[in-house]
Every structure is written in structure tokens, then in C-alpha cells.
Nanobody, 125 residues
């Protein structure tokens, strides 16, 4: 099992940028596909982005495509979510997650084996 710790959240004005980080420990990081999800107040947790173990395939929700960039540094056991052109509707708690088997259903929460505690992102208008 791996342990995940997110950081980098905060308060930003609309149009601004933030970079979230997720540090992974406990097992071989490069074995895991990774994902980012978010949960806004009163809403269900939703898929944001995912990346396979090799970093060669990346997937994004339509709502963030072109604004968010998912990257991973296997040497540092860390993944990043660069968020640009932020909107108030991006306000949520953001979670990173690890998938040991690299499921094709990367958008489903149930395929992920481990989750971080979440980091709050608030975008003011």
C-alpha cells in the first residue's frame, strides 16, 4: 500500500494559477497509475485527470482540458497538477489517488487503491 500527501492548495483569484503536488511513499511509485479528483461543497467527488504508470498517457475531464496539466516525476515519487486560468467553479477539495493496476476506467473512483487526505482550492471571483 502507498501513502499519498497532497499540498499546494490555497486561495487564488479567478484567472490565477496554482500547482498541486502529491508525494507518494510506501511502494514502488512507478508501478502506479495516478489520478486527481475533486469534490466541491454539496457535490459528489468527480474525476479531474489521470496518468498511466509511464506518464505517456494523460486524460482530462472536459471541464479542465486546456487549463490543467498533469505531470509526474518518478525520481521524486511525486505527481503535480498545474492549474491555470482558474475559475470559481474549480473551488473544491482536490485529492490524488493511486491505482496499482492502471485500469482503463481511470475516471472511476473505485479503481484507485489509495487516496490522499485532500487539499483545499478556493477560487474567488
Amino acid at each position: 500500500q502507498v501513502q499519498l500527501v497532497e499540498s499546494g492548495g490555497g486561495l487564488v483569484q479567478a484567472g490565477g494559477s496554482l500547482r498541486l503536488s502529491c508525494s507518494v511513499s510506501g511502494r514502488t511509485f512507478s508501478d502506479y497509475a495516478m489520478g486527481w479528483f475533486r469534490q466541491a461543497p454539496g457535490k459528489e467527488r468527480e474525476f479531474v485527470a489521470a496518468m498511466d504508470q509511464d506518464g505517456r498517457a494523460t486524460y482530462y475531464a472536459d471541464s479542465v482540458k486546456g487549463r490543467f496539466t498533469f505531470s509526474r516525476d518518478n525520481a521524486k515519487n511525486t505527481v503535480y497538477l498545474q492549474m491555470n486560468s482558474l475559475k470559481p467553479e474549480d473551488t473544491a477539495v482536490y485529492y490524488c489517488a493511486a491505482d496499482r493496476y492502471g485500469s482503463r476506467a481511470y475516471y472511476r473512483q473505485g479503481v484507485y487503491d489509495a487516496w490522499g487526505q485532500g487539499t483545499q482550492v478556493t477560487v474567488s471571483s
